[in-house]
């Protein structure tokens, strides 16, 4: 079978950037198929580009621009005609070519929310923003590696748990950045979420039964692997938020990811 990053420096510029800028997803990408790669690095790359879009600038009204700029390229994406050279919109092309691109839209449009200081109204509107970011791009890996629409709802509780998680991981970042990231901080409403989301994966089944049914497929869920371990430890020691010390150890994630 022929190596799809072989002569295509697109797709090794979104790999190299996935490396550099999210260690986690990398990893998961580098332990599936290398046809599925060809699809994550993409994905994954343009998750990048918008999340550092509304830092790109101190005036509101550039950091729109860029974000309408990613919108502008997944409508050309979506017509399915000329699509505008870049180094991560043309390889998005290539798998996405003539596909709705609602659900990656709604997760240009969501990191809207990244320009506002203000906390979330409460939980339910974080995890809204979760499901419209890190969701969305969960889903839409597997939808393009083929994943059956009668899977995706359980797929999308795991990418919630692994995108809670992952926004605990950077709420010390976010405050350093000035924002108030979180409707209730308090230790005991941080357990209470974690165990929340933590009982909702008891109805999605195990991520291991998840990504062994989905075929091809489960490499889009491969990315969730830390997300139960990550929450029960927010939900033992909710102190770890505001300390930054949500996070496994190397030789523990490794482990984790190779049982998977």
């Not at 996935?18 to 993409?42: I, N, S, T, Y």
């Not at 790109?56 to 699509?83: C, F, H, N, P, T």
């Amino acid at each position: 079978m022929s190596d799809p990053f072989q002569d295509n420096p697109d797709l090794v510029a979104c790999a190299a950037l996935v490396e550099k800028a999210d260690a986690d997803r990398f990893q998961a990408a580098m332990a599936a198929p290398v046809a599925a790669r060809a699809v994550l690095f993409p994905i994954y790359a343009f998750n990048i580009e918008v999340a550092r879009a509304p830092w790109a600038s101190k005036e509101e009204l550039i950091a729109k621009m860029r974000l309408q700029w990613w919108v502008d390229a997944l409508d050309e994406i979506e017509a399915g005609g000329i699509v505008r050279r870049h180094e991560v919109v043309t390889p998005l092309a290539m798998i996405l070519q003539g596909k709705d691109m609602s659900r990656l839209k709604g997760a240009v449009s969501a990191r809207e929310k990244d320009l506002e200081r203000a906390p979330f109204e409460d939980w339910d509107a974080l995890h809204t923003h979760v499901d419209q970011t890190a969701g969305a791009l969960t889903l839409e890996a597997a939808a393009a590696l083929g994943a059956p629409p009668d899977m995706f709802d359980r797929i999308a509780v795991w990418a919630r748990a692994a995108g809670f998680a992952r926004y605990l991981q950077a709420v010390p970042e976010l405050v350093a950045r000035g924002k108030l990231p979180l409707p209730d901080g308090r230790p005991e409403a941080l357990e209470d979420q974690a165990r929340k989301v933590l009982t909702t994966l008891k109805g999605a089944g195990g991520l291991r039964g998840l990504h062994r049914g989905l075929g091809p497929a489960g490499a889009a869920v491969m990315e969730c692997w830390q997300a139960k371990a990550l929450l029960q430890g927010v939900a033992k020691d909710p102190n770890s938020v505001a300390d930054g010390r949500v996070q496994l150890s190397e030789f523990s994630k490794r482990l984790r990811l190779l049982i998977l």
